[in-house]
């Protein structure tokens, strides 16, 4: 299928097979809007909508639903509504004879180029959690923090791990974060001293956005797990090291992790990665039942999507790669992320955020913090051959996450989570 509208190169994030979801304004249109991404233009989804293009999907009102600044009630409506609506946009890109777009003044009348736009938070979070579902990034973790005979607590195998985040401080990509001030014991044998973060780092993750939700007291299954995923984004779980250490001990990171947390504006469908599922590692010991596949659906639950971390270091105006990594080596899926989470009667509601956790894979250019590259600062990580080096993250360098999936002439890319680290106050 190709684009007939616009241009979209081959190395484009944004084909005709992706069509992400993301909310921005223009300088004329201060007003959040609904838009789809393709090629290097924002499509106005709520003009779109004025001009017939959604008429006859059951159950979606698409003027009011497209004309809010947010996703919400979009990501609350299903695969029922988020399918028909994917297929009428797929044909109106692709049919130059398409009804609608035989009424189109130009390509101006219903998109903006995205060098135009500016983007703001997707939806409207209510809540954000954050799992720990990479063995890799919880084994390294678990050496530096815990030692080698406790790295891997005996429940990890048998549960995805989480903890409750806070929404407040999540940030769309481009958004500037001050260097964070608290408490740290860098001398086990002193008391702690209050100050800046000297072990500023970023976690490698993508965060994925809860669709139809689910009433307190009611729990999902695995099979409805599958179906409410309304997609994914790049995510940065910036962590000061040194505050999380002194302060994680019983109830888990706290001030440490929630000064900011960025994502990347445009949220990629479940339907666009639905080609790039990979079987997930081997599960042993085999999940408890209501962890396991669902008979209905595809027993393939990971996804092959390529990551990379890169510096542009304070300073210079060029980038150097951090990490290099893949969702598909995720231990926990989504779906058993999702199912775990509303196990216990929690309720989930449409536009709420999950984290994977931190992304690692088996290699070390697949880590994803420089705890583990610099593996707790006993190391340098050179940044390709300039000659620089960090441990950690310093004032003004950005860090920026990028990603995609291969298809064949095509890509299923993510844009960017990018963020600059300003000096503590
Ligand atoms: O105490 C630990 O083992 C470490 C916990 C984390 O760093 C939490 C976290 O953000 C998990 C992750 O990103 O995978
Ligand atoms: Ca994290
Ligand atoms: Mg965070």
Redesign the pocket.
Known sequence: MKCTLVDVAPESDFSIQNLPYGVYSTAGAAEPRVGVAIGDYALDMCALAQRGLFDGIDGLDAARVFGQPRLNEFMGLGRPVWRPVREALQCFLSDAEHPVRKGLDGVDSVAVPLSAVRMHLPANIGDYT?????RE??TN??VM?RGKDNALMPNWTHLPVG?HGRASSIVVSGTELRRPSGQRRPDPEQPPVFGPSVRLDY?L?MGWFVGPGNELGTPLTIEQAEERIFGVVLMN?W?ARDI?AWE?VPL??FLG?NFGTTISPWVVTMDALEPFRVPQPAQDPEPLPYLRSPPGAPAAAGYDIQLGVDIRPSGRDEFFPLTRSNLKYMYWTLRQQLVHHAINGCNMRPGDLC?T??ISGPTEEAFGSMLELSWSGKKDIALGSSGLTRKFIQDNDVIRITGHCQGDGFRVGFGECAGLILPAQ
């Not at 954050?130 to 990479?134: E, G, L, T």
Request: proline share 4%; glycine share 18%; no cysteine.
């Open positions: 954050d799992f720990y579902a990479s990034h919880a973790v678990g923090f903890y976690e993750e779980d962590s999380q994680y888990g990171p992790k984290g956790g931190t």
